[in-house]
T-cell receptor, first 116, second 115 residues
Framework: AQSVTQPDIHITVSEGASLELRCNYSYGATPYLFWYVQSPGQGLQLLLKYFSGDTLVQGIKGFEAEFKRSQSSFNLRKPSVHWSDAAEYFCAVALPTTSGTYKYIFGTGTRLKVLA | NAGVTQTPKFQVLKTGQSMTLQCAQDMNHNSMYWYRQDPGMGLRLIYYSASEGTTDKGEVPNGYNVSRLNKREFSLRLESAAPSQTSVYFC?????WGTGNTEAFFGQGTRLTVV
């Protein structure tokens, strides 16, 4: 079955350290992939997306992600984390449906804690 | 632009009561979605609608009904609320028609508690 796996439930990093959040997907064709961020009590905000072309995509707030087809991965990275990056991060894939649209399937999320 | 607007933001129900969560988008999107978010489980798709007049079941549809009233509005109804439906509910919309190269836009959520 098509799915998205985020193996890390919690990650703690020090402010200024680098960050990598892992995401693996299970889907036969070329996927449409997304990373979202959710601050406490808020909705989801798109960080970046991959559709095709360059496998390294840049997003907002200094985030980037790399699509690796051979590893079925789409890991999120940031060179230097700021305290304001503390939030929950979700990886998602868009899957085609028989009704002509796409549905978005999400991973279980990774909660990031940033130490001062 | 308001984007995706959900009402209410908070609600407490007693077991067996019914209620409707409202969602409206002003981006002229064709597709709309309802998700629930529970700790450790991410977002799970309840129902979605590809266009006005069509709805389809997602991963966890049991206990819910939906109505795509028009292109803007997509409501979620709980006919007989159960404690297991305590969750945060998110509505989303997208222009994903024929291609998935567009993101979903989310509302701020409705926090529902069933006692």
């Amino acid at each position: 079955a098509q799915s998205v796996t985020q193996p890390d439930i919690h990650i703690t990093v020090s402010e200024g350290a680098s960050l990598e959040l892992r995401c693996n997907y299970s889907y036969g064709a070329t996927p449409y992939l997304f990373w979202y961020v959710q601050s406490p009590g808020q909705g989801l905000q798109l960080l970046l997306k991959y559709f095709s072309g360059d496998t390294l995509v840049q997003g907002i707030k200094g985030f980037e992600a790399e699509f690796k087809r051979s590893q079925s991965s789409f890991n999120l990275r940031k060179p230097s984390v700021h305290w304001s990056d503390a939030a929950e991060y979700f990886c998602a894939v868009a899957l085609p449906t028989t009704s002509g649209t796409y549905k978005y399937i999400f991973g279980t999320g990774t909660r990031l804690k940033v130490l001062a | 632009n308001a984007g995706v607007t959900q009402t209410p933001k908070f609600q407490v129900l007693k077991t067996g009561q019914s209620m409707t969560l409202q969602c409206a988008q002003d981006m002229n999107h064709n597709s709309m979605y309802w998700y629930r978010q529970d700790p450790g489980m991410g977002l799970r798709l309840i129902y979605y609608s590809a266009s006005e007049g069509t709805t389809d079941k997602g991963e966890v549809p049991n206990g819910y009904n939906v109505s795509r009233l028009n292109k803007r509005e997509f409501s979620l109804r709980l006919e007989s609320a159960a404690p297991s439906q305590t969750s945060v509910y998110f509505c989303a919309s997208s222009e994903a028609w024929g291609t998935g190269n567009t993101e979903a836009f989310f509302g701020q959520g409705t926090r529902l508690t069933v006692v």
